[in-house]
């Protein structure tokens, strides 16, 4: 007689990159960390032959990023993306401590200065962005156009980052204190920035539009919109409240990636069973695809990117004269020396070191510059106006009196006006008019 249990079907092991997404997901990193992880533990399977990674070691992750340094020449970050992505990998999937992985050299990476925009370069974008184009072969003019810009221009207004500015909700909008409410940003923090006063008449016109699809949701029956963490079975209504609606939705459904099952992830093909359509908000790479086109027609040459808003929302607070902590606040940095790279700009180039040709008065020319005009003089009227001839005086120095002699002083002493003979002898103002006359 054979066992119950043994007719029940065998449960396949759960594989790999499922283990890894779950636990990914169990110490609450976000949706970008986990897509990363599992694109470089992916891409470490594949180097080596599709070859189980508990059976490799050191040797092999260094062979990995070896291979990545010399020949896909990737940058120094990317670099520690890999190498964190594999510790991950071997520390808290598979479990294993070894001392290879403290043997694993990392990379330093050498700070940068930032990409800024100037205040002109910024307002070109802006116009670049707010530009209507067309799109499709029927040439239909995109309606997006006008969020876009409104959406640049609260990044460099606040200081946000990308993806702060994405996941801003309703609720966190407060017209009456003017103050945005930044939920969970870098490193979970929240934090409070201004609300330009320039951007709240179009602010409110984008909620009205955000909340005609919010209406045309209720009416159709759409899931409510993705909550952080358990929210959504702590408030079974929050989901589908005005209050935790988008800012800035999205104009089509999306499947929510996060309710997936394990065994069915975003690269394969059939829909899974259990995923949710909801309304999402603006993709990221949407905004970015469409930043990168303003550049191009607003004729800006540098390598800037949405991110680069933020860089110049700090430094051109910092050219206005706030002060460091203040910024720091805004931006939301932990550290004020995270903060201090945006002071290179409050120094001249050179590090204030005035150049040396320009402390020359005048530059050498290859033809001297010809000579001015000689200034007419008026001519002379005969008669009593006639001008006098110049008088002829000879000034004869007096001795030192530490060299005067008291027996000889009388004679030393020399008349200071004395008439030359070569000179002719000065006439009076009367009788030169006499003369004339």
Not at 168 to 175: E, I, T
Not at 177 to 193: F, L, M, N, S, W
Not at 257 to 270: I, Q, T, V, Y
Not at 310 to 325: E, N
Request: hydrophobic share 40%; charged share 20%; net charge positive.
């Amino acid at each position: 007689m054979s066992h119950p249990s043994s007719s029940l079907p065998a449960v396949p092991p759960p594989r790999l990159l499922d283990l890894l997404r779950l636990q990914i997901r169990t110490m609450h990193y976000s949706l970008h960390t986990e897509r990363a992880y599992v694109h470089w533990v992916r891409s470490y399977i594949r180097y080596h032959g599709l070859r189980h990674p508990a059976e490799l070691s050191g040797a092999e992750v260094e062979a990995f990023l070896g291979w990545l340094a010399d020949e896909r020449h990737v940058s120094v970050s990317t670099h520690k993306q890999a190498l964190s992505a594999l510790l991950f990998l071997y520390q808290k999937v598979l479990g294993q401590r070894v001392p290879w992985m403290d043997e694993i050299g990392r990379p330093q990476r050498q700070p940068r200065l930032p990409v800024v925009l100037s205040r002109d370069e910024v307002m070109r974008v802006f116009a670049a962005l707010g530009s209507p184009r067309r799109t499709g072969a029927a040439g239909a003019v995109d309606a997006s156009a006008g969020v876009h810009q409104l959406f640049a221009q609260l990044l460099y207004g606040t200081g946000m980052r990308l993806t702060e500015g994405l996941h801003l909700r309703v609720k966190d909008v407060d017209f009456e204190r003017r103050a945005i409410v930044v939920r969970e940003g870098k490193g979970g923090k929240d934090r409070v920035v201004m609300l330009p006063a320039s951007l709240e008449a179009a602010l409110r016109e984008q909620l009205t539009r955000a909340h005609r699809l919010w209406a045309a949701d209720r009416s159709a029956g759409v899931p409510g919109v993705q909550l952080p963490d358990a929210l959504a079975r702590k408030y079974p209504r929050a989901a589908v409240s005005w209050a935790w609606f988008w800012v800035f939705p999205q104009a089509t459904l999306s499947v929510d990636p996060r309710s997936r099952p394990l065994g069915h992830h975003e690269d394969a093909g059939a829909a899974g069973s259990g995923e949710v359509t909801r309304r999402h908000h603006l993709y990221d790479q949407t905004f970015q695809r469409a930043f990168k086109r303003a550049l191009h027609q607003a004729g800006i040459h540098k390598p800037a990117s949405p991110h680069t808003l933020r860089h110049s929302f700090a430094t051109h607070l910092l050219l206005s004269g706030y002060d460091i902590r203040t910024v720091q606040e805004l931006l939301g940095h932990a550290d004020v020396s995270t903060t201090m790279v945006y002071t290179h700009v409050l120094k001249l180039g050179g590090g204030a070191v005035r150049s040396p040709l320009d402390q020359l008065s005048t530059l050498p020319a290859s033809h001297p510059p010809p000579p001015p005009p000689p200034v007419p003089q008026p001519p002379l009227r005969p008669g009593r106006y006639a001008r006098e001839p110049e008088p002829c005086y000879h000034h004869l120095p007096l001795p030192s009196p530490a060299r005067v002699d008291p027996a000889t002083a009388t004679q030393s002493l020399r008349p200071l006006r004395s008439v030359s003979p070569a000179c002719p002898t000065t006439p009076s103002s009367t009788a030169a008019a006499t003369s004339a006359s």
